[in-house]
Each structure stands twice: as C-alpha cells, then as structure tokens.
C-alpha cells in the first residue's frame, strides 16, 4: 500500500472519519442522557461509566496498534486460520475478564467511600462491571478487526483510521452496553 506521508493526504483521509465519528459520539450523549435516572440513583453506575468506555477504547486499541503494526510488516492476514489474529482477540478479551472485575471493585469502594453505603450491593457492581467488560471486550475486537480490514481495502493506513473509530465506537458501545447489563442485573 503506497502511503502519502503529507499533511494533506492525512486529513483528507480523516476528515470523513471524523464527521461520522463526531455523529456516532452524538448517539452515545443521547444514550447516556436517557440513563441518567439510574445513574443518580445508583452512583456506583454513575462510576462504572467513564471508566468502562475508556477501558474498553483502550483494549480497542491496543489491539488496533498490534494489528497496524503486523499490517505494515506484512504479517496480517485476516484468515479466520491465522494463530495471531486468534491469539490477539484472546489476549484482548482475556485482559477484559482480569480488569473489569478491578474496576467494579474500584466503583463500589470509591461510591462508599463517597456516600457512606452504596445503594448497590458490592457482587451486583462487579458482576455488572465483569458482564459489561466481556461484553465490550468481544465488541472491540470484532470493532477493530472490521475497521482495520476496511481500511487495508480502501487502501488507508490503519495508524491514522482505525484508532479513532475504535475508540468513539466503543465509547457509544461502552454507554449501550453498560445500560443493557444494568437493565438486565439491577
């Protein structure tokens, strides 16, 4: 893949990427603004919010970087067959399992410590956190193997593309998905 090294060719590949990405962020308020009821009745959510979209943008990412990076050495193939693609979707959803659990831990300490006695029982906010985790985890791996191969199909670079749509798409996941398991275990 030839690749325009400007300044120019940069953004004039994002640009559209960042119009759709900036809509698609407009969802996730709207999404979060129809959650705040729950949210302000149990703050633990309230918690579990920004820290599980990052998470998860962050696992998103990481694993964009890693494909980008065997996209440019010219090991990347998306063969359902290829160990390394498996194994950095395993990586990536094994890592979500080992830290959402954290996080909900994190959330129900931080809203006891906030307001005295959460309104939430500690197994529900680690089991929400944990439920969500995997979730997304699954979502961002199937996120960025999708945006990584369109943009080895249109032909762009992956270093500037696949990134940004993995993290404004799982900021969006991240708020549906929270409130889905929230729906379901609360």
Known sequence: MPTEWTVRAISRAMLP?????????????????????????????????PVTIGTAGNLGSILAARLSTSFHLGTLTFSPADDELA?????????????FPVIGVGAWAATFIVTGGPALPFSTVVLVALSSGITLAVLAVFVTFTATY????????PDDVVIPVVTNVCDVLGVVVLFAVAQLLV
Do not use: C, K, M
């Open 150 to 157: 369109v943009a080895y199909r249109f032909g762009l670079d």
């Open 87 to 99: 194994g950095n979707a395993l990586a990536t959803v094994v890592l979500a399992v080992t830290i």
């Open 17 to 49: 990427v960042l119009f759709v990405l900036t809509l698609v962020e407009l969802g996730s308020g709207l999404v979060l603004g129809s959650f705040e009821a729950q949210l302000l009745r149990y703050p633990s959510l309230l918690v579990l919010v």
